[in-house]
């Protein structure tokens, strides 16, 4: 009894639908499947739009059919599984023990090896790591806030940008209550990154507008001074017209057959 490859079973299939489709596509020609990359992307794009009008003609969510088939893919048995995925919160010991959030990746050509981009809290730049220099962060200490019960790093921290949006209207009772909530989610924050308060204050807190450039008006009435209260101040009016008067008009000298 030979062995079941389910890798070989999945290419033959995938093989046979494209070949298929390509006769229907492109019938009465040569296929280059096997010759041309970009008649491939081409010919494989192709089959991808189709299958979202025929999903959106019967009602189904084409996103979430290709989130199923990748996730069929991962957790298929015989391929290998990515460690991470976007979302996981994850440790990145070569920087210190802080942890964030994976939000993407990426290959690199060199190694064929995933590079996982981690975002940590407080830091405004995307760290990079393979996944050799990655580990599973610890759980996220849930704090007790009046937005709901939160269980994840990044919850935090929209949490505590969705409160200092509030402090700028809230009445005076209530500022006391949302300053202890947004201390409570920065020391939680703090903990479990390893991050400074004071560094996630700097990151987190809203930012003043920008001042406005040298020498440049701040407003439409300063504007106003640097120019004349009316256009006709600054356009000059145009040279008189020389008037003449009747009197002054040249005398007409009767000519020979008025002579006397």
Not at 242 to 248: E, F, I, M, V, Y
Request: aromatic letters at 4%.
């Amino acid at each position: 009894m030979t062995d079941h490859d389910p890798n070989a079973t999945q290419l033959a299939r995938a093989t046979h639908l494209v070949r298929t489709y390509e006769q229907s596509a492109f019938p009465g020609g040569g296929s280059l499947l096997d010759r041309d990359p970009l008649y491939t992307r081409a010919l494989l794009s192709a089959l991808i739009n189709d299958l979202e009008h025929y999903a959106i003609d019967h009602d189904l969510d084409f996103a979430e059919v290709i989130a199923g088939g990748r996730a069929t893919t991962t957790h298929n048995p015989g391929q290998d599984a990515a460690p991470y995925k976007v979302g996981d919160e994850v440790c990145l010991p070569l920087h210190g023990d802080r942890c964030g959030t994976i939000v993407g990746w990426t290959t690199s050509r060199s190694d064929a090896g995933t590079i996982y981009l981690v975002e940590v809290p407080g830091i405004p730049t995307i760290l990079a790591a393979p996944t050799g220099h990655l580990a599973p962060a610890p759980p996220f200490p849930p704090p007790p806030t009046p937005l709901g019960a939160i269980s994840r790093a990044d919850q935090a921290e929209r949490a505590y940008i969705s409160l200092a949006a509030r402090l700028t209207s809230a009445t005076t009772p209530d500022r006391a209550a949302i300053k202890r909530s947004r201390d409570t989610l920065i020391e939680a924050l703090s903990t479990w990154s390893g991050v400074p308060a004071h560094q996630l204050r700097n990151e987190l807190d809203p930012k003043p507008p920008p001042p406005a450039p040298a020498g440049r008006p701040r407003d439409t009435a300063a504007a106003a001074n640097d120019f004349p209260h009316h256009i006709t101040q600054v356009i000059p009016s145009p040279p008189a017209a020389p008037t003449t008067r009747p009197d002054n008009q040249p005398r007409r000298h009767p000519g020979p057959s008025q002579a006397a």
